[in-house]
């Protein structure tokens, strides 16, 4: 079964600052690990999606790496702004249950000090 | 296009009572997902369709549960009887063909949610 952790569950910094923010999974036959953003009273929205072929991806100031062999993702967060402050999902589409599947980590809630 | 949509977008409803929650996915979009997001157990898919066919309910957690999609631009989840423990915000939502294998498709979108209280 996948398993797919984040932490820390919350993390405060000053804006402007670069920041990092870790998921793991147990499972490393994945097809695609995938980054959400969710906001307040809102649905998710995709940010980055990462096939298992690639090792990184890009979008404007996000950067998603992916390394299968030790089950973990980065997202990376240049020139971190307030609006930026979110819950951060990542969640994986597994082998073993077809990219339809998602598992979900619980977030990272971040918080974007003026 | 508006978005997947869903309502009610807030719900308050007394134990034993029969719940129903409704989405509108995007246009042309063939697979519909349920999901309910709580704070004990995080996002959970329920159920999934593709052109509208139920394919997957394995994540429905019990027989209270039922979901339907009569047709493309319409899908209902309902609890019939509800009791406080269904209380969470049900998301759906809504993509093209998600992929095979190590092809990985298209984007999922999220509706707002429906939340949820059962007191």
């Known amino acids: 079964k996948q398993e797919v952790t984040q932490i820390p569950a919350a993390l405060s910094v000053p804006e402007g600052e670069n920041l990092v923010l870790n998921c793991s999974f147990t499972d490393s036959a994945i097809y695609n690990l995938q980054w959400f953003r969710q906001d307040p009273g809102k649905g998710l929205t995709s940010l980055l999606l990462?096939?298992?072929?690639?090792r990184e991806q890009t979008s404007g100031r996000l950067n998603a790496s992916l390394d299968k062999s030790s089950g973990r993702s980065t997202l990376y967060i240049a020139a971190s702004q307030p609006g930026d402050s979110a819950t951060y999902l990542c969640a994986a589409a597994s082998a073993n249950f077809g990219n339809e599947k998602l598992t979900f980590g619980t977030g990272t809630r971040l918080t974007i000090i003026p | 296009d508006a978005g997947v949509i869903q309502s009610p977008r807030h719900e308050v409803t007394e134990m034993g009572q029969e719940v129903t929650l409704r989405c509108k996915p995007i246009?042309?979009?063939?697979?519909l997902f349920w999901y309910r997001q709580t704070m004990m157990r995080g996002l959970e898919l329920l159920i999934y369709?593709?052109?509208?066919?139920?394919?997957?309910d394995s994540g429905m957690p019990e027989d209270r549960f039922s979901a339907k999609m009569p047709n493309a631009s319409f899908s209902t989840l309902k609890i019939q009887p509800s009791e406080p423990r269904d209380s969470a915000v049900y998301f759906c939502?809504?993509?093209?063909?998600?992929?095979?294998?190590?092809?990985?498709?298209?984007?999922?979108?999220f509706g707002e949610g429906s939340w949820l209280t059962v007191v």
């Open positions: 369709f593709n052109n509208n066919v139920p394919i997957d």
């Open positions: 990462i096939q298992s072929s690639q």
């Open positions: 246009s042309g979009h063939d697979y």
């Open positions: 939502a809504s993509s093209l063909d998600p992929g095979t294998g190590n092809w990985s498709g298209n984007t999922i979108y």
